[in-house]
């Protein structure tokens, strides 16, 4: 039955595709272009691999943490996604999962649902902007979350408006009008389930963006908003900074892969990066964020707190992301196709099936706690792990001595500075 337990994220993925209209399903997988970074968020984490122990474990195991200063039962977030059309309460379904298990809810700018009931909701709730419209406009939408009790800003920058997919876009209707509906329709009557779900609400799915509704004024449909976000100027590192300093409380910047980004963060006064690459969304190609983790961490873990997102399934994925550097993971397919399969308590079956397979790690490997996971613990192909940016071109570093190729002279190579090794993305093995 549609509304049971399910055992694995990938039973809740089948689930919400075969309960969700295929347009809705299509818009929650995304990914872009050829999908490569998708589908490699999560294969990178299938290639690290356990060294557990066969006795000597703890029988008592802590899972705890904070984030951003607030105590987490888990180190698993809800990253903020618009979850438009997929559940008839969305993110107050989520917000309250997420309040159940005592972790952080992410909300999006772009959610279905006012912030003012997200975060009733969950008094731990971030809420999440893009660098969209005028300044004043984004003050105005930062102090709506803060009077609404949100605890957090995460600014996500790091989109570029990348678009088309090698399997098709799927149709989403800029407002479900009447024409809009009949073209819905036949795929909407082959999900019944999902249909009653909206019918017994009275209410049809709303395309709107309730958290961007400026005073006075009406909210703008989720492409009105796209519009606006794609026509306002991208932002500099001193907009950044700016936007930290209007928040004034824990700030998380959301998108960063390189060393050089990550140092920047720390400049403009960030309290937290999440090392993302929107789940495969934007840029394809750009490697697993698992794989550029620990470089990152190793640069700015000691000044700011690291987390990471992306292709996270299971609480094995958690395990390996804390090894090596995350001080937590947020999810968001996951618990998207929790939300898609059985509403609130889908969203809670995924965190406990988190909960379970980090708990089940941390024991395997003989820990009596998260803070105690290592790298030593986890086997990496080598050259798994990759650092961007490692190179700072504000500093501009000397190089290290580049290595002789086989048959020359082992002459030594001045301190000087080689463009193509300090601005490109230099792989690294280990
Ligand atoms: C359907 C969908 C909508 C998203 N919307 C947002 C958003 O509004 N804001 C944001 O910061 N990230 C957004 N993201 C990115 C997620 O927050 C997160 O970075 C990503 O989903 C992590 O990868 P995962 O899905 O493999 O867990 C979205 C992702 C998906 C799949």
């Known amino acids: 039955m549609a509304g049971a337990w399910f055992e694995t994220v990938a039973e809740a993925q089948r689930r919400a595709k075969r309960r969700l209209p295929p347009s809705v399903y299509g818009a929650l997988v995304a990914g872009s272009e050829k999908g490569v970074t998708i589908e490699q968020n999560q294969d990178a984490f299938a290639r690290l691999g356990f060294a557990p122990h066969v006795a000597g474990h703890q029988p008592e195991r802590d899972l705890s943490t904070t984030v951003m200063g607030i105590p987490v039962s888990m180190p698993v977030l809800i990253s903020p996604t618009g979850v438009q059309a997929v559940h008839p309460e969305g993110e107050v379904a989520v917000a309250r999962a997420a309040a159940n298990r005592g972790t ?10 006012a912030v003012e009931d997200v975060a009733e909701a969950n008094p731990n709730t971030f809420f999440q902007m893009y660098w969209s419209g005028s300044r004043d406009a984004m003050v105005q939408r930062m102090e709506r979350a803060r009077a609404a009790g949100a605890k957090g800003l995460i600014a996500t ?3 570029s408006f990348s678009n088309g997919r090698d399997w098709g876009s799927p149709w989403i209707p800029e407002k479900l009008t009447l024409k809009a509906a009949m ?6 009557l082959t999900r019944p389930a999902w249909l009653a779900d909206y019918l017994r609400t009275g209410r049809v799915p709303d395309l709107s963006a309730p958290n961007l509704e400026p005073p006075g004024g009406e909210a703008p449909t989720f492409f009105g908003a796209y519009y606006e976000w794609m026509t306002t100027p991208p932002p500099s590192w001193e907009d950044v900074a700016w936007l930290r300093e209007q928040w004034g409380g824990p700030f998380m910047l959301k998108g960063v892969t390189r060393i050089d980004d990550a140092k920047r963060a720390v400049d403009a006064g960030v309290t937290a990066i999440s090392v993302s690459n929107h789940g495969g969304n934007n840029l394809d ?11 990152v961490a190793d640069a700015v873990g000691s000044q700011i707190e690291v987390l990471l997102d992306g292709g996270v399934r299971r609480g094995s994925d958690v395990a390996k992301a804390l090894a090596f550097g995350a001080k937590a993971v947020m999810i968001g397919r996951a618990y998207l196709w929790g939300l898609a399969a059985n509403g609130q308590a889908g969203v809670e079956n995924v965190l406990d099936l988190l909960r379970g397979g980090l708990d089940s790690a941390v024991l395997g490997l003989g ?18 792990f990759l650092k961007l940016g490692e190179g700072d071109e504000r500093q501009a570093r000397p190089t290290r001595p580049r290595r002789p190729r086989a048959g020359t002279a082992q002459k030594p190579v001045a301190a000087e500075t080689h463009p193509d090794e300090v601005t490109a993305a230099t792989a690294q093995g280990g």
């Open 157 to 159: 920058l790091d989109w």
């Open 104 to 113: 952080i809810m992410g909300l999006s700018s772009f959610a279905s649902k």
């Open 367 to 384: 820990k009596a706690s998260i803070h105690e996971l290592d790298r030593a613990d986890f086997i990496a192909p080598p050259d798994f």
């Open 183 to 188: 073209r819905f329709a036949p795929q909407a």
């Open 285 to 295: 190609t750009t490697p697993a964020t698992i794989r550029v983790l620990p470089g």
